[in-house]
Nanobody, 116 residues
Framework: QVQLVESGGGLVQAGGSLSLSCSASGRISEMNTMGWYRQIPGQQRELVARVISSGATGYSDSAKGRFTISRGGNTVILQMNSLKPEDTAVYYC????????????WGQGTQVTVSS
């Protein structure tokens, strides 16, 4: 079992910045992927950014150039800049015991609201 604890999120005006943090604990494998997904009510959960344990990163097209994902050990941080109202969603931390692939564990979710 892997537990993910998220922090951050909240309300920000368009053009502002927010930072999300997620710490993983439990049975952490040497090769793993941690990331952030987001979900708007009525829509599918979508990838925002992810980082593997060796440090390589991947971003969605909407996140490139505005968001930065980083990790230190089993903690990942998503720095979100130049936020837009369409970034409003519940953001979920994710984990899986492989490089890339689909998540097998999820955090509880944290709300990000960007006002126009």
């Amino acid at each position: 079992q892997v537990q993910l604890v998220e922090s951050g999120g909240g309300l920000v005006q368009a053009g502002g910045s927010l930072s999300l943090s997620c710490s993983a604990s439990g049975r952490i494998s040497e090769m793993n992927t941690m990331g952030w997904y987001r979900q708007i009510p009525g829509q599918q959960r979508e990838l925002v950014a992810r980082v593997i344990s060796s440090g390589a990163t991947g971003y969605s097209d909407s996140a490139k150039g505005r968001f930065t994902i980083s990790r230190g050990g089993n903690t990942v941080i998503l720095q979100m800049n130049s936020l837009k109202p369409e970034d409003t969603a519940v953001y979920y931390c994710s984990y899986n015991s492989a490089y890339w692939g689909l998540p097998t564990y999820w955090g509880q979710g944290t709300q990000v609201t960007v006002s126009s």
